[in-house]
């Protein structure tokens, strides 16, 4: 490690819970990024997967309250869940890494609905935020599931596909009472490109390496706790969030932001519906916004890692 690279892996305490965090990159004078996923939902275990980023950016790589090591380390002591909770640490965790490198200003990415995380980050301490990308954005996640279903009933039908058919027809258009039924859709929602899939090799063998092989004093994996099924500790947090998530409405926050904002949407994302996305884009004002569509990406099109760090640095990069 150069004297200008960082490769930490730390529990700090966050508003009065030890939480998890990696902060990994070659040179801490590049523009510092805060990775914000899923309720439940912790990529610091497989960092080495984002190593081409660490070139241009510091990541940050958030285990947040019941995810990842900040959950399997104290699992007793993770307190309620709540969207308000996830924002207010995610500011604290915004503070101490700016006092870590000593940066003035860190962007985030949110993922999914850590991009409901993000997008009101950008709007409780806007001072402390040099840019927003969203991916996955969810603007109005009533709105977006209803389109969400539609158009998968669609494709299902001009593929053919009886089995889909039969299943998004039995569970018919959302809101659905409980996580059981989402999970009938999530199949569908939630499947991987052609492109996706091309990548998916490259990126089980490195998801493998970094956590069952890790190399001698691997900074993202802490010493002295067993992880926890990150399956299972998503389903558990999206049930505790999903009557939150369930009534979001971006619209029902201010629209004028005082940073870059952007939305890194898929092709083919048939969740979090790029058109949405787009619509709410032209109601915001921002010093510089756009919406940019990745061609052969779903919802997870993060996992398209060279093209989506292509149009980091071709939009966001020179801003920040």
Do not use: C
Not at 98 to 111: E, H, M, P, S, T
Request: no cysteine.
């Amino acid at each position: 490690m150069n004297t200008h690279s960082i490769d930490e892996g730390l529990f700090v305490t966050i508003n009065g819970t030890e939480q998890w965090m990696v902060l990994r990159g070659s040179n801490v004078e590049n523009p510092a990024m805060l990775i914000i996923s899923g309720p439940g939902v912790a990529l610091s275990s497989i960092a080495p997967f984002f190593e081409a980023w660490e070139q241009d950016f510091t990541l940050v790589h958030w285990d947040q309250p019941w995810a990842g090591a900040t959950y399997s380390a104290n699992p007793v002591e993770q307190g309620p869940l709540s969207l308000d909770r996830l924002v207010k640490d995610g500011i604290a965790v915004s503070e101490y890494v700016r006092q870590r490198i000593n940066a003035d200003k860190i962007a985030v990415l949110g993922i999914s609905a850590g991009s409901i995380v993000g997008l009101k980050m950008m709007q409780e301490r806007a001072e402390i935020f040099s840019a927003y990308i969203g991916t996955g954005q969810f603007v109005n996640w009533a709105e977006q599931d209803a389109l969400s279903y539609r158009l998968l009933l669609e494709k299902a039908q001009t593929e053919g596909n009886e089995e889909a058919q039969r299943e998004l027809q039995q569970i018919g258009l959302p809101p659905y009472e409980d996580s059981s039924v989402d999970a009938i859709k999530s199949k569908y929602h939630s499947a991987m490109t052609e492109g996706e899939m091309a990548a998916l090799p490259v990126f089980s063998a490195l998801m493998m390496a970094a956590l069952t092989n890790p190399p001698p004093a691997a900074s993202y994996i802490p010493d002295g706790v067993a992880l926890k099924n990150p399956r299972e500790l998503a389903t558990q947090a999206y049930a505790k969030l999903r009557p939150e998530l369930l009534t979001f409405d971006a619209y029902a926050l201010p629209k004028e932001f005082t940073m870059p904002i952007f939305f890194f949407q898929g092709d083919q994302d048939y969740y979090s519906v790029t058109s949405s996305v787009q619509a709410y884009e032209n109601e915001i004002t921002a010093p510089k916004k756009n919406t940019v569509v990745i061609e052969g990406g779903s919802h997870s099109v993060i996992w398209l890692r060279e093209q989506f760090l292509e149009e980091l640095n071709r939009h966001v990069r020179p801003l920040i």
